[in-house]
């Protein structure tokens, strides 16, 4: 095991997996989620999610990776057996998935970093129209999405100390602060307030089964929950590091962020006349206006610098999304971190080509009908299977392994290494009681709720 990185410090550890949870699903995905489920009402169950379910499957994962000291599919394997080392390879599998279309949407910012520093794009008059029109222009889209890519293997490559944890620390304060600044802004403009109400004032008639399972699968993408991502890095900790605290204060600044995220971006939309419901552009096309309306240096100094920053939250995440691969990779065929950085890199990339190609420029993967009645993306179905559907599931036969195979004695000895008091206390009784009844039930009832609701509806 010599050859494994391991994190230097808990703050390195905290810093990475608060990199990983924080990204473009607190910033873009978020809002938009949020704004088409009813604002106020989605972010209440949200928040339940979060601190039910998504709390301890969050400590399950790390424990289980300290544990085994393994990637997925060796962690569970050691402790389950080749059957349940394929629910390893399936998180793995549904990483490689989600990394792909994220990739993406990275190259979307990236691109827009670039259009609000040194572009015209703050001269437009319609950024709904510039959104569509930039993301169906496929020809720059595809080498930002490359270079996203790349820059992403660059660190990777470099190992657990120096470029996960390294990068994570700088950037994950930036972004905080940069969100705070815009909050401030934003709240001073005239009709904020309305999107202030709509954002905090729950109007519960809004709410059906699609804001309950749609408010958990963004509850487990925002936390990195579900696909062995959190197995991974707590395969990098050491036996001293208190898990239950580390765990918290991941857990913490990602809800805040998804929920600061909402406050900046709703007094815009409002301001502006816009519909909360957007969609995916709902970032790209709130936030310019607003850009625009400080002036030209002021706005391009505070546009450029918001994108740049989301390029930024979304790198910490694409960093662990790719990490696992690789520790698969590494850990089990025994190939070099340089092997198998670039070549899963390279796969990932060509894998969310169709995801780019489904936002106009080739119709057929535009508007698919054949599910939910109504008309999607082909990064839709990609997002549908392997985030709204298997993170939930993979959190489902996490709780399941071990609550019947690895026993929650085991997931309570290893919290308790590292945390004094652990053992005896109501959070250990509450911990246990979650994912030996709670989480199988709920995430059972949720996966085959979710599974009816999307596909044979
Ligand atoms: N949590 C990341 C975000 O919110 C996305 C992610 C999902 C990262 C799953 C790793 C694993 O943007």
């Keep these: ?88 390879l399936f998180g793995i599998l549904s990483g490689i998935m989600i990394l792909s279309f994220y990739n993406v949407v ?44 790349a820059i992403t ?56 089964a699609e804001t309950i399972y749609s408010a958990l699968g963004q509850a487990f993408f925002s936390l990195s929950l579900g696909m062995g991502g959190l197995i991974t890095y707590g395969s990098y900790l050491s036996k001293q590091e208190n898990i ?80 696992v691969a690789v520790a698969y990779l590494i850990d089990e065929r025994k190939w070099s971190r340089r092997r198998a950085v670039s070549l899963m890199a390279l796969v990932i990339f060509f894998i969310g080509i169709p995801s780019m190609l489904g936002y106009g420029a080739i119709q057929s993967l535009t508007s698919f009908t054949f599910y939910e009645g109504t008309s999607k993306s082909f990064m839709d179905l990609v997002q549908d299977i392997f985030s709204v559907i298997a993170l939930p599931l993979g959190g489902f036969l996490l709780s399941v392994f071990i609550a019947t195979r690895w026993t929650t004695a085991k997931f309570s000895d290893e919290i308790s290494q590292g945390a004094k008091n652990y053992k005896g206390s109501f959070m250990e009784g509450f911990l246990n009681i979650m994912i030996k009844f709670i989480c199988p039930v709920v995430l059972g009832l949720m996966f085959i709720l979710t599974l009816l609701q999307k596909f044979f509806n």
């Design 1 to 88: 095991m010599a050859t494994r990185g391991g994190f230097s410090s808990r703050l390195g550890f905290i810093a990475a997996a608060a990199g990983s949870a924080v990204g473009l699903g607190n910033i873009w995905q978020f809002p938009y989620v949020a704004g088409q489920n009813g604002g106020a009402a989605f972010l209440i169950i949200y928040v339940f999610w979060i601190f039910l379910i998504g709390f301890p499957i969050m400590l399950g994962e790390i424990t289980l990776g300290r544990s085994a000291q393994s990637n997925p599919y060796g962690a569970y394997k050691k402790y389950g057996g080749k059957a349940w080392g394929l629910v390893g």
């Design 244 to 323: 239950l605290s580390s765990a918290s204060l991941v857990v913490i600044a990602d809800t805040m962020v998804a929920f600061l995220a909402g406050l900046m971006i709703f007094p815009l939309v409002f301001s502006q006349g816009q519909s909360p419901s957007e969609g995916p552009g709902l970032v790209f096309v709130a936030l310019p206006g607003i850009f625009q309306a400080m002036g030209p240096v002021l706005g391009k100094i505070v546009g450029s610098s918001f994108f740049l920053l989301l390029c930024f939250a979304a790198l910490t995440s694409t960093i662990s999304l790719l990490e």
């Design 153 to 208: 293997a660059v660190i990777v490559l470099q190992g657990v100390k120096k470029g996960i944890e390294g990068s994570a620390k700088i950037l994950m304060p930036a972004l905080f602060f940069l969100l705070l600044g815009i909050i401030v802004y934003g709240l001073t403009l005239p009709g904020a307030i309305e999107g202030v109400k709509f954002y905090l004032l729950p109007n519960f008639s809004l709410i059906n």
């Design 106 to 149: 990275s190259g979307w910012a990236f691109g827009y970093f670039l259009e609000t520093a040194f572009g015209n794009l703050l001269e437009e008059n319609d950024f709904s129209s510039f959104f569509g029109e930039y993301v169906a222009d496929y020809s720059d889209n595809l080498w930002f999405s490359f270079g996203f890519m």
